[in-house]
């Protein structure tokens, strides 16, 4: 099962759990209820400000939702066909953990350096679109994130910190 199906069926399960229609997540997320019924049935990927939205309205911390969706991801995975690919490779779930520590910690440490998207990808040495992407998670960015880790003059490991994220300012990036 692939990490975008697992969040699909996650994003139901809570809905559910919550006793919430469609329209009530999106009314409490500050979201379209048609992007609810997309990511529900796997046909659109949240972004990290919507993954955030998503938790809190659930009453869950978002570093939680993303445990639960690991957990969900991992759990599938074991109960699937023999001789899925996913299941055989521990990196298919692993992988966007990684990217989603990623693009949490890149968005909070540029905003508390006052730093609009332009400026940090001007300080690294990168085009702003791609720094949109990793905030976005649609970027893996391996090849970036030493950059990234340059700009901000700390290790690469503190990328991939796991913290307890604050919610982040629902007006977009600057």
Do not use: W, Y
Request: proline share 5%; glycine share 4%; hydrophobic share 40%.
């Amino acid at each position: 099962m692939t990490i975008e199906s697992a969040f699909a069926k996650l994003l139901v399960e809570l809905r559910v759990a919550n006793e919430f229609t469609q329209a009530d997540l999106a009314l409490r997320a500050g979201i379209a209820r048609s992007f609810i019924s997309l990511m529900e049935r796997g046909q659109r990927n949240p972004t990290i400000e919507t993954i955030f939205r998503i938790a809190q309205a659930v009453d869950l911390h978002p570093e939680e939702l993303v445990k639960r969706l690991r957990l969900h991801a991992s759990e599938k995975a074991e109960i699937g066909v023999i001789g899925n690919q996913e299941r055989d490779n521990p990196r298919a779930v692993r992988e966007p953990e990684a990217r989603t520590l990623l693009a949490i910690n890149v968005q909070q440490m540029r905003k508390k350096a006052g730093l609009t998207q332009k400026e940090l990808a001007d300080l690294a040495g990168i085009h702003s679109t791609t720094v949109s992407q990793i905030e976005r998670c649609i970027h893996n960015a391996p090849d970036i994130i030493q950059k990234l880790a340059g700009a901000f003059s700390v290790p690469v490991a503190r990328l991939f910190e796991a913290r307890n994220p604050k919610k982040l300012e629902s007006r977009g990036p600057r």
